[in-house]
């Protein structure tokens, strides 16, 4: 523990939090990996009959990019959620017993504090990306944005909605938590 930091007791509560954390993260990863396996270049992926309106290589390259992106801000922070969760297991102590179902432990509160908000922030980027990457994917199978196919934008616009309106009341609450 650094000097000085005062010690606070760190539940069952906190490593179930983590786990939440690093299970939406897996299931995002997998999503991930299902974009992955798809192969955009394939020329029947295209649903448009426009030929203007078929993706250039361009979007076909960010797609990629955007799912390698995403999977690192998962993975990147499942692992400090996998960390956090392993300092609190270590930080457990004979001198606090379990009581009921809750596991006590010395831990720094801090420490802990910027520990979600950096896991938070990956799992906030991952998102971010996977969105991107998502629109991607749609520009490829129905026509760029360009061509105005209502298709297109159906698909879009719900994303680009409740993806950043999710994220911003995942920021408000990790931030409310974070101030208690």
């Known amino acids: 523990m650094c000097e000085g930091a005062i010690p606070k007791l760190g539940t069952t509560i906190h490593i179930s939090a983590l786990d939440g954390i690093i299970n939406v993260n897996s299931l995002f990863t997998l999503a991930v990996f299902i974009g992955l396996a798809w192969n955009p270049h394939d020329q029947g992926n295209s649903l448009s009959q426009d030929p203007s309106c078929i993706a250039k290589p361009k979007i076909v390259e960010d797609l990629v990019s955007f799912h390698v992106y995403s999977f690192s801000c998962f993975l990147f922070s499942s692992l400090i959620a996998l960390c956090l969760k392993q300092a609190i297991r ?63 934008y159906g698909a879009i616009i719900p994303l680009v909605i409740f993806v950043p309106l999710g994220l911003l009341i995942y920021v408000c609450t990790v931030f409310y938590a974070f101030t208690r």
Do not use: E, W
């Open 90 to 152: 270590l930080a457990k102590s004979a001198h606090f017993p379990t009581v009921f179902t809750l596991d006590l432990a010395l831990i720094n509160k801090t420490a802990l504090r910027v520990g979600y908000l950096v896991s938070a922030a990956g799992s906030v980027l991952g998102s971010v990306f996977l969105m991107l990457g998502l629109i991607n994917v749609v520009q490829v199978k129905l026509g760029i944005l360009g061509c105005g196919s209502m298709h297109t």
